[in-house]
């Protein structure tokens, strides 16, 4: 068994390894196809991760906010198109996703005045841009919901509420 990290500033690839329990060697065995010297580089930001070592990280660690977090912070694509989620309570994420899909619901007639020309003019532009804004509120809501879902799923938390 390896030393247990004793560093503050962890970054979320440790936090997630170290959450299961596992050693670098123990996760590398795991892992399969990472070495436990490539995971103390990507956990010491000496190397930038893979997104092949993400998913393998994010299926072994049973953390699927890794592959957001990956997107929305070291992907310049996803930097600018995928919503920063997290892995939150159930309570908490199923309100803010009904709150958000409530907000969005009260928007539709207006969405559609907005849309019956094909245009989008300058009187009508704040109240579209106020739209956007509700809509990628429910995005992050969505991606928070799903994260937590596949989440419960490979922790067994779905089997038991049967």
């Known amino acids: 068994m390896g030393k247990r990290s004793v560093r503050e500033n962890k970054n979320i690839y440790q936090r997630c390894r170290e959450a299961c329990g596992l050693s670098r060697e123990a996760a590398s065995d795991l892992l399969k196809y990472i070495s436990p010297e490539r995971i103390e580089r990507i956990e010491s930001e000496k190397s930038r991760i893979h997104p092949d070592e993400v998913l393998l990280m994010q299926q072994g660690y049973k953390a699927p906010e890794l592959s957001n977090y990956f997107c929305t912070h070291e992907c310049p694509i996803g930097q600018r198109d995928v ?40 009187y009508e532009r704040k109240d579209f841009d106020e739209i956007l804004r509700k809509l990628a509120v429910l995005e992050t809501s969505i991606e928070s919901m799903k994260i937590w879902i596949e989440h419960a799923a490979d922790t067994g938390k779905l089997d038991e509420a049967r």
């Open 83 to 122: 919503p920063e989620a997290h892995l939150g309570d159930f309570p908490q994420i199923t309100v803010q996703l009904l709150a958000a899909v409530n907000e969005v619901s009260q928007e539709k007639d207006r969405l559609l005045s907005i849309a019956v020309d094909g245009r989008v003019n300058d």
